[in-house]
């Protein structure tokens, strides 16, 4: 159900406590429901449970379980009748199934087991958390209470403040990706931190974190469980999945706790350009080793910076990224991190300040706070007894204060990730070469093993599959292996069907680098980067064609439970099969959306169609590398169809945006694309549409080019977008036109949508189209 009634639920302001609290936890629970609710009402037993209900007039928009005992099927179609929208189950009983599916025709969502409950920034707390959290613009979504509570009491030490924050628990019902959803609509939340000890449906996770991903940073702890809950650090499947949606991972809990600082306090900067300033030489070494041991870039003075600070402070030296200020007055020290902040090499200035007899914390702490140096000065105060207020004055202040170097140069670091991850979310891939496979062929000589009871699939039909996906052959007799590299496909139980590469050299192993299909051609560079060898671009093409071949075969075959075989590159940058692949065969694979945890790109879609004027066009949905001719379609628009389409008047269209039209979630949306049959390398069209994160409705926007308008082409798109629609069992599709876009409301008529008055925008109209069961089939 996604994030169906999860904001309603964030929001009630009435509760209904389903029996007595049983534990120290559960009564300060519901203390915090008495003292932040509008109204809470108790129901301790069977009789006065149902006597409430059966009232029907008053039912609180939240129920709190603390006696699962109470709660039966007949219970929860009387709380769904009443419009209540949200559980929280507390106990570690878990949730009945019956009463699981009885809360699905309410759309009644469940938060638990094992849940520690929520609280909403300034308005209803029902969660296991401290009293007194600040309002702020961050979301924290955790599965471990335990964890949950920690951070929100660090960040309240620290006066950061959250929109919400909520704990899933064992998560029967609402788990981390409805949440997810909710955040990324959220216009409160500025930023998610992100904690999950399992992933419930990996495909979900994924989409839902790749959708909040591009609107907003999400930083995320992962808290690996194996047998009996024994606690066994990252999983590096998950690590790579993590990346692939855009997402920045904290290795330890004290690092959640710099991103948060980091999410909450240090602006983002195109560059992370650091330059240390410290009151002694070593502080100075202290910093500039920390920046660098994060990855982070020395920030370089120009000359009139460090005339400047001469003067200001003439016992200050110039070292490499740093400045050691020495004894220097307070206000010169502010007056010196001014001037740096000033300079167009810098973009963020690290403070590393030691006490000392004659200069202590809070002289300088008076002189940078009257200063309003603002958020990109970094502060380190050393020490305990002195360091102490001079912490607490500063992130009072609104500044990210650490308590080392090391600390702070690792907050800068997840600002940078997250800028990082976003750009290489947004890269354009090149073409790939798809030469046609019969895959069909394949599919049965599988099903053929695996009928035969053959688990391996015997070499000759292994060295077949390799051969129709283009894979290499068997090392020559007498050929020389400069490198060797293993290449596999695997199946991890969270995330499904991956991919890996790994050099070797006798017992020597490489890192890995792993990845998930579909891949491109960008992908696969970068899963050969991870493994952290110096490869040439010469050397690195063959490798990444052998990877795009073996992502192929994933999405392709899923019969294909693993595949391992060893490549060797030469000195000539070919590359040969060493030994013989292993390819184990299920008879019985997962469905497709267990087994990959990204959606395939959907072929099916694609078709060639005839419009009123004989013209023949083959409609596909969009790709990554169809960006250039995306963006050369937009540029020939004539500006009123620019304004149509866009309600804007836009000159440049910006690679950010058309990679937003390109690089899509063939699960959230769909964009599909004319191309003449005469010119099969241009785009003449576009029909995009948007399911939100209910899962119910789509909001379409259409584009067809003036040369090719008028011919029934829109109509032909616009009866794919419906046809989608149906498929993927919306309620709605809808659209907003502007008023005087006369053919497209014209077009949305007589395909059987409806027109009425927007609310907001008097240009616009809003046309609707009901597609739930009953009604009546358009789209001729």
């Known amino acids: 159900m996604s994030a169906q009634n999860l904001e309603a639920l964030l929001h009630s302001r009435a509760v209904l406590a389903v029996g007595e609290p049983s534990s120290a936890l559960e009564r300060g629970l519901l203390r915090r429901l008495q003292a932040s609710a509008d109204s809470v009402v108790i129901a301790d037993s069977w009789w006065s449970l149902h006597a409430h209900l059966h009232r029907r007039d008053d039912v609180p928009r939240l129920a709190v379980v603390f006696d699962a005992a109470l709660i039966s099927v007949d219970v929860v179609d009387a709380l769904g009748a009443s419009h209540c929208r949200g559980v929280i189950w507390t106990s570690a009983e878990s949730i009945p199934d019956a009463v699981l599916q009885a809360a699905r025709?309410?759309?009644?969502?469940?938060?638990?087991?094992?849940?520690?409950?929520?609280?909403?920034?300034?308005?209803?707390?029902?969660?296991?958390?401290?009293?007194?959290?600040?309002?702020?613009?961050?979301?924290?979504?955790?599965?471990?209470?335990?964890?949950?509570?920690?951070?929100?009491?660090?960040?309240?030490?620290?006066?950061?403040?959250?929109?919400?924050?909520?704990?899933?628990?064992?998560?029967?019902?609402?788990?981390?990706?409805?949440?997810?959803?909710?955040?990324?609509?959220?216009?409160?939340?500025?930023?998610?931190?992100?904690?999950?000890?399992?992933?419930?449906?990996?495909?979900?996770?994924?989409?839902?974190?790749?959708?909040?991903?591009?609107?907003?940073?999400?930083?995320?702890?992962?808290?690996?469980?194996?047998?009996?809950?024994?606690?066994?650090?990252?999983?590096?499947?998950?690590?790579?999945?993590?990346?692939?949606?855009?997402?920045?991972?904290?290795?330890?809990?004290?690092?959640?706790?710099?991103?948060?600082?980091?999410?909450?306090r240090i602006p983002a900067r195109p560059q992370v350009r650091v330059i240390t300033v410290g009151n002694g030489a070593g502080l100075c070494a202290l910093g500039v080793d920390a920046v660098l041991r994060h990855g982070l870039a020395l920030a370089h003075c120009a000359p009139a910076t460090v005339d400047a600070i001469g003067a200001l402070a003439p016992r200050a030296r110039a070292l490499e990224g740093a400045i050691d200020a020495g004894p220097v007055e307070p206000q010169a020290l502010a007056d010196l991190c001014r001037r740096l902040m000033a300079d167009d090499g810098v973009d963020y200035v690290l403070m590393v300040h030691s006490p000392q007899l004659d200069s202590a914390h809070q002289l300088y702490v008076d002189a940078l706070l009257a200063a309003q140096l603002g958020p990109r000065l970094v502060t380190v105060w050393l020490g305990l007894k002195t360091a102490l207020e001079a912490r607490r004055r500063s992130t009072d202040a609104g500044l990210a204060t650490f308590v080392t170097a090391g600390q702070a140069a690792r907050a800068l670091r997840y600002r940078w990730l997250h800028g990082r991850t976003r750009e290489l979310l947004m890269q354009t891939p090149p073409p790939v070469d798809r030469?046609?496979?019969?895959?069909?062929?394949?599919?049965?000589?599988?099903?053929?093993?695996?009928?035969?009871?053959?688990?391996?699939?015997?070499?000759?039909?292994?060295?077949?599959?390799?051969?129709?996906?283009?894979?290499?052959?068997?090392?020559?007799?007498?050929?020389?292996?400069?490198?060797?590299?293993?290449?596999?496909?695997?199946?991890?139980?969270?995330?499904?069907?991956?991919?890996?590469?790994?050099?070797?050299?006798?017992?020597?192993?490489?890192?890995?680098?792993?990845?998930?299909?579909?891949?491109?051609?960008?992908?696969?560079?970068?899963?050969?980067?991870?493994?952290?060898?110096?490869?040439?671009?010469?050397?690195?093409?063959?490798?990444?064609?052998a990877l795009l071949s073996l992502s192929q075969i994933a999405l392709d075959q899923p019969a294909v439970a693993q595949l391992r075989l060893t490549l060797a590159l030469d000195e000539r940058a070919q590359l040969h099969r060493i030994g013989d692949a292993s390819v184990e065969v299920d008879p019985t694979p997962p469905l497709e959306r267990r087994r990959l945890i990204l959606a395939p790109y959907p072929d099916v879609l694609q078709k060639v169609v005839t419009t009123r004027d004989g013209r023949r066009y083959r409609l596909r949905p969009i790709r990554p590398e169809d960006e250039p001719a995306l963006v050369t379609l937009l540029e020939r628009l004539r500006p009123d169809d620019v304004r149509l389409r866009f309600f804007a008047a836009i000159r440049y269209f910006s690679h950010e945006m058309a990679a937003r039209m390109t690089q899509i979630d063939y699960d959230r949306?769909?964009?599909?694309?004319?191309?003449?049959?005469?010119?099969?390398?241009?785009?003449?069209?576009?029909?995009?549409?948007?399911?939100?994160?209910?899962?119910?409705?789509?909001?379409?926007?259409?584009?067809?080019?003036?040369?090719?308008?008028?011919?029934?082409?829109?109509?032909?798109?616009?009866?794919?977008?419906?046809?989608?629609?149906?498929?993927?069992?919306?309620?709605?599709?809808?659209?907003?036109?502007?008023?005087?876009?006369?053919?497209?409301?014209?077009?949305?008529?007589?395909?059987?949508?409806?027109?009425?008055?927007?609310?907001?925008?008097?240009?616009?109209?809003?046309?609707?189209?009901?597609?739930?069961?009953?009604?009546?089939?358009?789209?001729?």
């Not at 909403?120 to 296991?128: D, H, V």
């Not at 955040?183 to 989409?207: E, N, Y």
């Not at 191309?675 to 399911?691: K, N």
């Open 435 to 545: 030469e046609p496979v019969d895959r069909l062929a394949m599919q049965q000589m599988l099903q053929a093993a695996a009928g035969r009871g053959d688990h391996q699939l015997p070499t000759p039909a292994a060295d077949e599959l390799l051969a129709r996906y283009r894979l290499p052959l068997r090392t020559p007799a007498g050929a020389m292996a400069a490198r060797g590299f293993e290449l596999s496909i695997e199946r991890h139980r969270e995330m499904g069907t991956y991919l890996s590469i790994t050099a070797v050299s006798g017992l020597l192993r490489s890192d890995t680098g792993i990845g998930f299909a579909p891949l491109d051609g960008l992908l696969a560079q970068r899963m050969i980067e991870a493994i952290n060898l110096p490869l040439s671009e010469r050397a690195q093409a063959p490798l990444a064609a």
């Open 669 to 780: 949306e769909l964009v599909l694309i004319a191309q003449p049959d005469d010119e099969p390398e241009t785009l003449c069209a576009v029909a995009h549409l948007v399911i939100d994160a209910y899962g119910e409705r789509g909001e379409f926007a259409l584009l067809v080019h003036h040369d090719h308008a008028g011919s029934g082409l829109g109509r032909q798109l616009m009866n794919e977008l419906i046809a989608h629609g149906r498929a993927q069992q919306l309620q709605q599709i809808v659209g907003d036109v502007l008023r005087h876009n006369r053919p497209m409301l014209a077009l949305a008529a007589h395909l059987g949508f409806t027109e009425k008055p927007h609310d907001q925008e008097p240009d616009c109209r809003r046309v609707e189209l009901d597609l739930s069961p009953g009604a009546a089939a358009t789209g001729l």
């Open 105 to 264: 025709p309410h759309r009644l969502r469940f938060v638990g087991p094992r849940s520690a409950g929520f609280f909403l920034g300034g308005g209803l707390s029902a969660g296991e958390f401290p009293p007194d959290v600040a309002a702020g613009s961050l979301a924290l979504i955790a599965q471990w209470g335990s964890i949950a509570a920690a951070a929100i009491d660090w960040a309240a030490g620290r006066g950061i403040g959250f929109s919400w924050a909520v704990t899933t628990g064992a998560e029967s019902d609402a788990d981390i990706a409805d949440f997810l959803d909710v955040a990324a609509l959220d216009p409160a939340t500025r930023a998610v931190i992100l904690q999950l000890g399992a992933v419930r449906a990996g495909r979900k996770f994924m989409s839902a974190a790749r959708a909040c991903a591009r609107l907003k940073p999400v930083v995320v702890l992962q808290s690996r469980v194996g047998g009996r809950e024994a606690l066994t650090g990252t999983d590096p499947v998950r690590t790579a999945a993590f990346a692939r949606a855009g997402l920045v991972e904290c290795s330890t809990l004290d690092g959640l706790f710099d991103a948060l600082t980091a999410l909450a």
